[in-house]
T-cell receptor, first 111, second 115 residues
């Protein structure tokens, strides 16, 4: 099975930087995804890491260390609209390549 | 990116009736589709995995006779909630996967309310 852990809630200030961590355990790692989800909406894709290192995409960056089973999502220059849930998901090739989601981190951005 | 269309976006039904939710991949062939359920303030929980032309694989605790999944073609999967009860009220989301090193694409989700 898989075990994916991320903090339940975080609060940050507009304009600041926030890092959301995710740790995982899986037998057949085949990629880690970060999604953003606003209440009542479907998740939207943010980033994908399958090799170690940092992937940068505008204000969002994602880091992966496969040996440590660890990833983080970094959000820079926070905006109020970034208030949402951020879901870490791991794909497992031993499980039909399905995505298993962590519990999600609810981020609240304050003025 | 690829488009997954899920219909309806929301539905209200009476307890004891059945509801069908459709998930279509519009511009690609989805070899695998996943159905998730999400209760308020909780994360997505996988209900079942369906591969075109074969029976769905259900996660532990999900009743296969209550949540009927059909994946008859490479572009359409349906989830039917049979004999719905108020506790089935939830947000249901489908996700389609093409295989290979690609992300899974999500439908818009269906808000089901059973009264």
């Amino acid at each position: 099975g898989q075990n994916i852990d991320q903090p339940t809630e975080m609060t940050a200030t507009e304009g600041a930087i926030v890092q959301i961590n995710c740790t995982y355990q899986t037998s057949g790692f085949n990629g880690l995804f970060w999604y953003q989800q606003h209440a009542g909406e479907a998740p939207t894709f943010l980033s994908y890491n399958v090799l170690d290192g940092l992937e940068e995409k505008g204000r969002f960056s994602s880091f992966l260390s496969r040996s440590k089973g660890y990833s983080y999502l970094l959000l820079k220059e926070l905006q109020m609209k970034d208030s949402a849930s951020y879901l870490c998901a791991v794909r497992d090739y031993n499980a039909g390549n399905m995505l298993t989601f962590g519990g999600g981190t609810r981020l609240m951005v304050k003025p | 990116g690829a488009v997954v269309s899920q219909h309806p976006s929301w539905v209200i039904c009476k307890s004891g009736t059945s509801v069908k939710i459709e998930c279509r991949s519009l511009d690609f062939q989805a070899t695998t589709m996943f159905w998730y359920r999400q209760f308020p303030k909780q994360s997505l929980m996988l209900m079942a995995t369906s591969n075109e032309g074969s029976k769905a694989t259900y996660e532990q605790g999900v009743e296969k006779d209550k949540f009927l999944i059909n994946h008859a073609s490479l572009t359409l999967s349906t989830l039917t909630v049979t004999s719905a009860h108020p506790e089935d009220s939830s947000f249901y989301i489908c996700s389609a996967y093409t295989g290979g090193e690609t992300e899974a694409f999500f439908g818009q989700g269906t808000r089901l309310t059973v009264v």
